[in-house]
């Protein structure tokens, strides 16, 4: 048995910062083992970075000591102590990031990739679907020539958000302009691939319903949060309302419990968590049997770095009742490509399961020293930091 010596939260960042504004830094945990094994995890930056980096060196004092090889036990000694991770995004994601690098620890010990650790792989290649893809897209001709672009990387299918600025409701104008933007893609690409509509979760129920309503006959495989996160009763409205198309969301579940809840409701078709908020592999697996056994399919949500792709790889290797792994891959930018030296790449949709033990990937760990800088605020402008870049306009005069 080896024990927990050192947990060091490590924020990286360059002047390439990428498609998505809050994801422009990656924040990694690395833990050392009492004899010198290390893993490394990741957590969410969004708009806290300092706040994610300073409640990992908290999380740290909860896993220093324990064991290694036992992050089951070692999550639920933490649950027992941080009264509000059920309620801390920040306590939630700091330790998902330590229950990865534990698990790749383990990997790492019996030769291993993770995938291994947990029964085994059902697929050798893992379908993915391409986000991130449309920055600075505004007009509909925008949206269906870099939408052909995906497709003749071999994508098969690709999420976009159609909503420009529009907020909490939607207009005629609004409706008219999404689903000219849904038009062009779905003309720009053909009947064959999949069309997923992001709403970034901020409209309310009647707008969500109509925009449903307006958008449907374009056969979206799925709609991704389409009323506010906490708006539990306007998404029963929109489920009650809408009965033809999927709703697919997850990335802000933060515990097990959680998702049970919106499961067991029937409130979601597609879930997609975090292995980075949901409480790592530990928690991610349990929330992937629970779908299962509920007939949900599930779909990581996988936005920010190249570390937590890995382990979204590794874990979706096993999931039988996977629909699709979102990936950022080909619009990161080039150094957290460099971070697992580009061993993740996506070819015609799909990625080669990783086989090196423990996270599936080698980790450059010469880059991620020269990449460290102190944990810093975000910027934050008009265009909300949550949108793809340059996609915050309305194009109707
Ligand atoms: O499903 C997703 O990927 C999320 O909603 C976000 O993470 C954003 O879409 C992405 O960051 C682009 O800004
Ligand atoms: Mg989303």
């Not at 995890?41 to 994610?52: C, D, F, K, S």
């Amino acid at each position: 048995m080896s024990k927990i010596s050192q947990i060091e939260p490590i924020v990286l960042a360059q002047t390439e910062k990428g498609s998505a504004t809050w994801a422009s830094v990656m924040i990694l945990v690395k833990v050392t083992t009492s004899d010198g094994m290390t893993g490394y995890g990741e957590a969410v930056p969004t708009l806290r970075v300092i706040n994610v980096y300073n409640t990992i060196k908290q999380v740290a004092k909860g896993y220093l000591g324990k064991e290694a090889e036992e992050p089951e036990k070692d999550y639920h000694e933490w649950y027992k102590q941080d009264f509000y991770l059920a309620r801390s995004f920040e306590s939630a994601t700091a330790t998902s990031a330590i229950d990865q690098a534990l698990w790749d620890i383990i990997g790492k010990e019996l030769g291993a990739p993770i995938y291994k650790l947990l029964g085994g792989k059902v697929r050798d290649r893992i379908p993915v679907y391409a986000n991130g893809w449309y920055q600075d897209a505004v007009f509909p001709e925008d949206f269906a020539e870099k939408a052909k672009r995906v497709i003749s990387m071999g994508y098969k299918a690709l999420k976009f958000d159609p909503f420009g600025p529009y907020y909490d409701w939607i207009d005629e104008k609004g409706l008219k302009e999404a689903e000219d933007r849904v038009k062009a893609v779905r003309e720009a690409v053909g009947g064959e691939v999949d069309i997923l509509i992001e709403h970034h979760g901020r409209f309310n129920a009647n707008s969500a319903i109509a925009i449903a309503k307006r958008l449907e006959k374009y056969n979206p495989i799925f709609m991704e949060e389409p009323v506010h996160h906490e708006d539990i009763e306007g998404l029963r409205k929109y489920k009650k309302a809408i009965t033809t198309l999927k709703v697919a969301l997850g990335e802000r579940l933060i515990s097990l419990k959680e998702a049970m809840f919106y499961i067991r409701e029937g409130l979601v078709d597609i879930i997609q968590p975090d292995l980075c908020n949901i409480g790592g592999i530990t928690i991610g697996k349990k929330v992937v049997s629970l779908a299962e056994a509920n007939d949900v399919e599930v779909a990581f949500h996988n936005a920010f770095g190249s570390v937590q792709n890995a382990y979204s790889l590794q874990l979706s290797a096993t999931v039988n009742n996977l629909y699709l792994l979102e990936n950022f891959y080909d619009w990161f930018p080039q150094w957290k490509r460099d971070i697992v030296y580009d061993e993740t790449k996506v070819e015609q949709g799909h990625v080669k399961v990783p086989e090196k033990p423990g996270i599936g990937v080698s980790i450059n760990e010469k880059a991620i020293e020269n990449m460290k800088i102190e944990p810093k605020e975000l910027d934050v402008l008009e265009e909300p930091v949550w949108v793809v870049k340059g996609t915050w306009k309305h194009f109707q005069p």
